[in-house]
């Protein structure tokens, strides 16, 4: 079945770091891409997504490509602040065929950054 | 524009009782989905509804099951719970299937 495998956890980084989180997905078929996040005692939120191969997501800053031959779609951000500090998942979903519209899930990457 | 909400917040019951989980979309969707959230684990599936029937299901046994209403709200219900049943459950929904979800905050059940 379809899977998400992010980089073990957990993310500690200083302010104004670099950061990646590696994600990779299998798949049967072209499924679109996300990255949601999660705040303390909050639901997820859609970070960004692509939908097609070489599609680059951003938002506030992040950055993710849909990388076909690689199966991946790893965040980065150039500079990371304190109010960064979240979980970090990566997701795929189909929009069409039998798992239409199902959310499939990573398990989740904790970014802690300080001061 | 209200979001996802849903309700209870928190909730706590015992092995073997029945629960009921309720959600509001977000205003103009007509799709809503349900995942369960164990501590320290991604969100997984349970199912999704639209047009007030199950269109997807995800491995999870009979004893979950859902509704969907005419306004588009919906309820998750749980039968015989199990301390394994101790989760955060998440409601989401969307304008059709494939277009972004958008999550509520959800439900922290604990089973004791």
């Known amino acids: 079945g379809d899977s998400v495998t992010q980089m073990e956890g957990p993310v500690t980084l200083s302010e104004e770091a670099f950061l990646t989180i590696n994600c990779t997905y299998t798949?049967?078929?072209?499924?679109?891409l996300f990255w949601y996040v999660q705040y303390p005692g909050e639901g997820l939120q859609l970070l960004l997504k692509a939908t097609k191969a070489d599609d680059k997501g951003s938002n506030k800053g992040f950055e993710a490509t849909y990388r076909k031959e690689t199966t991946s779609f790893h965040l980065e951000k150039g500079s990371v602040q304190v109010s960064d500090s979240a979980v970090y998942f990566c997701a795929l979903s189909f929009a069409g065929g039998t798992s239409y519209g199902k959310l499939t899930f990573g398990q989740g990457t904790i970014l802690t950054v300080h001061p | 524009d209200a979001g996802v909400t849903q309700s209870p917040t928190h909730l706590i019951k015992t092995r073997g009782q029945q629960v009921t989980l309720r959600c509001s979309p977000k205003s103009g969707h007509d799709t809503v989905s349900w995942y369960q959230q164990a501590l320290g684990q991604g969100p997984q599936f349970i199912f999704q509804?639209?047009?007030?029937?199950?269109?997807q299901r995800g491995n999870f046994p009979d004893r979950f099951s859902g509704h969907q209403f005419p306004n588009y709200s919906s309820e998750l219900n749980v039968n015989a719970l199990l301390l394994g049943d101790s989760a955060l459950y998440l409601c989401a929904s969307s304008l059709q299937a494939n277009q972004p979800q958008h999550f509520g905050d959800g439900t922290r059940l604990s089973i004791l």
């Open positions: 798949a049967t078929g072209y499924p679109s």
């Open positions: 509804y639209y047009e007030e029937e199950e269109r």
